[in-house]
């Protein structure tokens, strides 16, 4: 099957330039499905023989379709080396793109009238860990009840990232602490929940009533890295307070800081979500004041951009069930 190639194009002026005429010629181009299939899966796997035992070709079949695809397009696609496939920049820029051009020609290709009830069809997320794995399972497991057909793509990434997907149209929406400010997106606010100190339960703080920002100078503490959302919220919070405590560990996900701290080598400032949603065997959570420091979870989406029932109907869910059932942000749950 061929797909005429007519969506999401670049401006004019950006198009791609056929390799055989002096003009644009986009629309006229006649993209093979099974090409962007080869594509899109050699991309993925980064290897020509494992991409073609994965889509039942032969390599040579494989090599054949992904250079029919390049000189349809006018560009290189890939870069081969005796030991590795990687992208090119335009094959970074267009990977995407073709994921969505199959996901949606899939969709389509469904009965109309089960698309029409939400019977079917394909819901694309993007969702900062700590919302993946606390929140979301039990909203899928919900939707799912009730739409046991419907499939789910779920990107779990930093806020920037999540953020970026949700711009690049590469999904849906997406749930992260990013986007309020940026007019390109709306931000649903879904929930503020304060960051609290974890530490283990034989640790000098874990009685304490409450620990300031000011008092961790005195203990090794585990912060996230520099491009973290989280990092971000933090910082500006405590620089406005002229707090700055001093970081002995640095890690880039939360879920590590907080290995860290149950090994007993520091101490960590986690929003609630990431913590343990019921008493921990040996960690204990703590109000951290001096200031007060919160991050909002809230959904961005592009707005006016098309969404397919069942994107739009596990949304209104999403919505509805995280306002009606927040987390429990009591800071003193998990204390000893």
Not at 33 to 56: C, G, K, P, W, Y
Not at 133 to 160: C, E, K, M, Q, W
């Given at each position: ?123 694309s997320i993007a969702c900062v860990p700590t919302a993946a794995y606390y929140f979301l399972p039990d909203v899928i497991s919900a939707f ?193």
């Amino acid at each position: 099957m061929a797909l005429r190639l007519a969506k999401d194009l670049p401006p004019t002026e950006d198009c791609v330039k056929c390799i055989y005429r002096n003009y644009n010629c986009v629309l006229c181009m006649n993209i093979d499905l099974e090409d962007l299939r080869a594509f899109v899966a050699t991309a993925e796997m980064q290897s020509f023989r494992a991409a073609a035992d994965s889509i039942h070709l032969s390599q040579p079949a494989l090599t054949r379709r992904i250079q029919k695809l390049e000189m349809t397009l006018g560009v290189s696609l890939l870069e081969r080396t005796t030991r590795r496939v990687s992208l090119t920049a335009v094959g970074r820029d267009f990977l995407p793109r073709a994921r969505r051009l199959l996901d949606d020609l899939e969709t389509s290709l469904l009965s109309v009238r089960e698309i029409a009830e939400r019977r079917s069809g394909l819901v694309s997320i993007a969702c900062v860990p700590t919302a993946a794995y606390y929140f979301l399972p039990d909203v899928i497991s919900a939707f799912t009840a009730d739409f046991p057909a419907i499939r789910f793509r779920i990107v779990d990434a930093g806020a920037n990232e999540v953020l970026q997907s949700v711009l690049n149209r590469e999904v849906d929406f997406g749930i992260t602490l990013l986007g309020a400010d940026d007019p390109d997106v709306t931000f649903d606010p879904l929930i503020e929940e304060p960051f609290l100190l974890a530490c283990r339960r034989d640790h000098p703080l874990a009685s304490r009533a409450s620990v300031s920002w000011a008092e961790l100078a005195d203990h090794r503490f585990i912060t996230v890295g520099r491009t973290s959302g989280n990092r971000l919220i933090m910082d500006l919070a405590l620089s406005r307070a002229n707090v700055r405590p001093r970081s002995f560990f640095e890690v880039q996900h939360l879920s590590t800081s907080l290995g860290l701290v149950e090994a007993g080598l520091g101490v960590a400032a986690l929003p609630r979500m990431a913590l343990p949603a019921g008493p921990h065997p040996s960690i204990v959570t703590i109000p951290l004041i001096d200031p007060r420091v919160t991050r909002t979870v809230g959904v961005v989406r592009v707005p006016g951009s098309r969404r397919a029932p069942a994107a739009e109907q596990f949304y209104q869910m999403l919505l509805s069930r995280w306002r009606e059932s927040p987390i429990d942000a009591d800071p003193f749950s998990g204390r000893p």
